[in-house]
């Protein structure tokens, strides 16, 4: 296939994999991995050597798997890699960007190397460096860039092209607080707005819990789990609650939620709630007892949203299992 | 394949991020204009201002003999050239060796020492195409290097009316061999290149290779034929590429001397040799993109 003007996927995953495997002699980087990737940002979480970049390697024919199989965008990756390439894109973990080019001029060029004319190149690239943010620094020669600025170039050549689907590997490494706020407000946008899948790593492991649809979590290249991000929450999170007014509201919420069958315990100007029961741990019940009951106290709800910390709880708790 | 544009949700509004449905062009221009930003590179053209000097003060340097010829074969209205296309090109090998080792490390170095190679081999190119086509901008920019002097004295070989039946016989054999000592210089430098990153140490590994290697085998040449050994003399010109070309120029009378005629089987050896050295160069070329392309 030479023009691609961009095909709808329907319903097949953006990727696929069925028992993947790679290993390099003793070291087992990915082991029997089957999961599947769907429209929208998919965090891949997983410790350092945890075999994240291994597989984004194998997904984009830069490596051959030892054994399994893989599909991604309804491409085989052994017989039809070529086809892949021009339909996605890579922002690589380590530094891959020569020194003494210019943002604006990389971008044209990587742009077209995936098949862009001179012209479309130029204008694309004008477009996605605007989006990651890079403005008069886009003239200056990369070298001089800090931390932020060089991930923002990566991630600007990984868009150039238009891709269906960008594998963003540790996009957030090695960068301070807010940059890391931008680039994961960066990340969100992609996957919506901009339409395109995502598939983000990260060895932090609640990092991306805010960002994904979808999280699947590698742990000494064995999958410990994938499930939309609201599973976690449903399975195995607690839940934070906040209400208008002061500890003494705080209070009131806490013990009405406990004498319906819910523990409580709190946590700041909030109370965090335990995983349900399991008469109340069944798709939203939790949520529609706590708007129901701060309802009848005649309390605000300021925010009811799933703890965060809970996705190291997961890798922790699967992790000791694989012990 | 469809051309109806899809709605995506979420891109309304003016600033948002506007999709590209424009055509997405084959391998085959994406590695046409590879070629062609390597070929501009290799003369400075596209980079920075100083990255334009070394290329042209060579060329001119290598020009500026040629010059003179025509202008004394023009003015005195001699009866042959004083030296010979291909000759030319031997005479001037430590200027063409020069521009090979200084330019091979732009385009076999810096992807690999910056690993912007990783975003190379993630678009449609394979390692093998790419590495191809590096191969081939260099030995185009080398070819191109020799092929000036040499059209400056063909042409002043037409000005001073000289035969133009036999001119045009030795201008395609030089042109030839040219090619094939280009494409062998390339590859022997680009290899050099894409292992030692550093760009110091691969401008000293290729004139080692080019010329201090040369000289060596010049050397043995020269002491095998004054002791009357010809085999080992013709044999010895097996081991660098420089000594291949004039040892191919020879057997083609191409109006090249070398301290022992080259003839026979040792022609086919010579040949065999060079093309062996060729794609070994660039199966080197692909396995060393390849790997530290999937790190
Ligand atoms: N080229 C290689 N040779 C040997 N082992 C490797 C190589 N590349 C990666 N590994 C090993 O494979 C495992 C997974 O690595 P990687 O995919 O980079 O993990 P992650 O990206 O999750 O940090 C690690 O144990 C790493 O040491
Ligand atoms: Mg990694």
Same mark, same amino acid.
């Given at each position: 296939?030479?023009?691609?003007?961009?095909?709808?996927? $329907?319903?097949?995953?953006? #990727?696929?994999?069925?028992?993947?495997?790679?290993?390099?002699?003793a070291?087992?980087?990915?082991?029997?991995?089957?999961?599947?990737?769907?429209?929208?940002?998919? $965090?891949?979480?997983?410790?350092?050597?945890?075999?994240?970049?291994?597989? #984004?390697?194998?997904?984009?024919?830069?490596?051959? !798997?030892? $054994?399994?199989?893989? =599909?991604v965008?309804?491409?085989?990756?052994e017989?039809?890699?070529?086809d892949?390439?021009?339909?996605?894109?890579?922002?690589?973990?380590?530094?891959?960007?020569? !020194?003494?080019?210019s943002?604006?001029?990389?971008?044209?060029?990587?742009?077209?190397?995936?098949?862009?004319?001179?012209?479309?190149?130029?204008?694309r690239?004008?477009?996605?460096l605007?989006?990651?943010?890079?403005?008069?620094?886009?003239? =200056? !020669?990369?070298?001089?860039?800090?931390?932020?600025?060089?991930?923002?170039?990566?991630?600007?050549?990984?868009?150039?092209?238009?891709?269906?689907?960008?594998?963003?590997?540790?996009?957030?490494?090695?960068?301070?607080?807010?940059?890391?706020?931008?680039?994961?407000?960066?990340?969100?946008?992609? *996957?919506?707005?901009?339409?395109?899948a995502?598939?983000?790593?990260?060895?932090?492991?609640?990092?991306?819990?805010?960002?994904?649809?979808?999280?699947?979590?590698?742990?000494?290249?064995?999958?410990?789990?994938?499930?939309?991000?609201?599973?976690?929450?449903?399975?195995t999170?607690?839940?934070?609650?906040?209400v208008?007014?002061?500890?003494?509201?705080?209070?009131?919420?806490g013990?009405?939620?406990?004498?319906?069958?819910?523990?409580? =315990?709190?946590?700041?100007?909030?109370?965090?709630?335990?995983?349900?029961?399991?008469?109340?741990?069944?798709?939203?019940?939790?949520?529609?007892? #706590?708007?129901?009951?701060?309802?009848?106290?005649?309390? *605000?709800?300021?925010?009811?949203?799933?703890?965060?910390?809970?996705?190291?709880?997961?890798?922790?708790?699967?992790?000791?299992?694989?012990? | 394949?469809? +051309?109806? %544009?899809?709605?995506?949700?979420?891109?309304?509004?003016?600033?948002?991020?506007?999709?590209?449905?424009g055509?997405?062009?084959?391998?085959?221009t994406?590695?046409?204009?590879?070629?062609?930003?390597?070929?501009?590179?290799?003369?400075?053209?596209?980079?920075?201002?100083?990255?334009?000097?070394?290329?042209?003060?060579?060329?001119?340097?290598?020009?500026? %003999?040629?010059?003179?010829?025509?202008?004394?074969?023009?003015?005195?209205?001699?009866?042959?050239?004083?030296?010979?296309?291909?000759?030319?090109?031997?005479?001037?090998?430590?200027?063409?060796?020069?521009?090979?080792?200084?330019?091979?490390p732009?385009?076999?170095?810096r992807?690999l020492?910056?690993?912007?190679?990783v975003?190379?081999?993630?678009? %449609?190119?394979?390692?093998?195409?790419?590495?191809?086509?590096?191969?081939?901008?260099?030995?185009?920019?080398?070819?191109?290097?020799?092929?000036?002097p040499?059209?400056?004295?063909?042409?002043?070989?037409?000005?001073?009316?000289?035969?133009?039946? +036999?001119?045009? &016989?030795?201008?395609?054999?030089? /042109?030839?061999?040219? &090619?094939?000592?280009?494409?062998?210089?390339?590859?022997? &430098?680009g290899?050099?290149?894409?292992?030692?990153?550093?760009?110091?140490?691969?401008?000293?590994?290729?004139?080692?290779?080019?010329?201090?290697?040369?000289?060596? /085998?010049?050397?043995?040449?020269?002491?095998?034929?004054d002791? +009357?050994? +010809?085999? /080992?003399?013709?044999?010895?010109?097996?081991?660098? %590429?420089?000594?291949?070309?004039?040892?191919?120029?020879? @057997?083609?009378?191409?109006?090249?001397?070398?301290?022992?005629?080259?003839?026979? @089987?040792?022609?086919?050896?010579?040949?065999?040799?060079?093309?062996?050295?060729?794609?070994?160069?660039?199966?080197?070329?692909?396995?060393?993109?390849?790997?530290?392309?999937?790190?």
């Open positions: 296939m030479r023009f691609v003007t961009g095909e709808l996927t $329907g319903l097949a995953p953006v #990727i696929s994999t069925a028992g993947l495997t790679k290993h390099y002699g070291v087992h980087a990915l082991t029997d991995l089957t999961v599947e990737v769907g429209a929208g940002v998919t $965090g891949l979480v997983g410790a350092n050597g945890a075999g994240k970049s291994t597989l #984004i390697k194998i997904l984009l024919g830069l490596l051959e !798997p030892t $054994g399994g199989h893989a =599909r965008l309804g491409h085989d990756i017989e039809a890699s070529e892949i390439r021009r339909l996605v894109g890579y922002m690589p973990e380590h530094d891959c960007l020569p !020194p003494d080019v943002a604006s001029d990389f971008v044209v060029h990587m742009a077209r190397m995936s098949g862009l004319g001179a012209s479309a190149a130029r204008e690239a004008a477009d996605v605007r989006h990651v943010g890079l403005d008069e620094e886009r003239y =200056r !020669p990369m070298g001089g860039y800090s931390t932020g600025m060089k991930q923002r170039a990566k991630l600007a050549q990984a868009l150039a092209h238009d891709p269906r689907l960008v594998f963003l590997d540790e996009p957030t490494n090695g960068l301070d607080p807010a940059a890391r706020n931008d680039m994961l407000r960066l990340v969100e946008r992609i *996957g919506g707005e901009f339409g395109i995502v598939l983000v790593t990260s060895h932090l492991l609640g990092e991306l819990e805010q960002v994904s649809d979808h999280v699947i979590v590698l742990d000494g290249g064995h999958l410990l789990r994938s499930s939309a991000t609201g599973d976690f929450i449903e399975h999170g607690s839940l934070l609650v906040e208008v007014g002061t500890e003494t509201e705080r209070d009131l919420l013990e009405a939620l406990a004498k319906r069958g819910l523990t409580c =315990r709190p946590r700041g100007a909030m109370v965090a709630i335990d995983p349900p029961p399991t008469e109340l741990a069944h798709e939203g019940a939790a949520f529609d007892l #706590i708007r129901d009951v701060a309802a009848e106290l005649g309390l *605000g709800l300021m925010r009811l949203q799933p703890d965060r910390r809970h996705l190291e709880d997961v890798f922790l708790d699967g992790g000791a299992a694989h012990v | 394949m469809s +051309d109806v %544009p899809q709605s995506r949700p979420g891109v309304i509004h003016d600033l948002g991020y506007r999709r590209y449905d055509l997405r062009e084959g391998t085959a994406i590695a046409r204009t590879l070629f062609i930003t390597g070929l501009r590179h290799a003369y400075g053209l596209g980079r920075s201002g100083k990255s334009k000097v070394m290329p042209f003060l060579l060329l001119a340097m290598s020009v500026l %003999p040629a010059l003179i010829v025509v202008g004394v074969v023009v003015l005195t209205g001699m009866s042959s050239l004083p030296i010979s296309y291909a000759d030319y090109t031997n005479q001037t090998q430590l200027l063409v060796s020069l521009f090979a080792a200084a330019q091979a732009v385009l076999f170095s992807d020492r910056h690993r912007s190679i975003l190379y081999l993630a678009r %449609p190119l394979s390692a093998p195409l790419f590495a191809l086509m590096r191969w081939l901008s260099l030995a185009v920019a080398l070819w191109f290097f020799m092929a000036v040499t059209l400056l004295l063909f042409v002043g070989a037409m000005l001073s009316g000289l035969d133009k039946s +036999d001119q045009v &016989t030795q201008l395609l054999k030089a /042109v030839a061999l040219q &090619t094939l000592l280009a494409l062998l210089v390339a590859g022997i &430098t290899l050099i290149s894409s292992v030692s990153l550093r760009r110091g140490f691969a401008v000293v590994g290729s004139v080692m290779a080019l010329i201090v290697l040369t000289g060596v /085998v010049t050397a043995i040449q020269a002491i095998a034929a002791q +009357d050994a +010809d085999a /080992v003399s013709v044999a010895a010109g097996l081991f660098s %590429p420089w000594s291949l070309y004039t040892g191919l120029a020879n @057997a083609w009378d191409a109006g090249v001397e070398t301290f022992v005629p080259v003839d026979g @089987a040792w022609v086919l050896a010579y040949a065999l040799v060079a093309l062996l050295l060729v794609a070994g160069c660039l199966l080197g070329l692909v396995a060393r993109f390849q790997k530290v392309g999937s790190r």
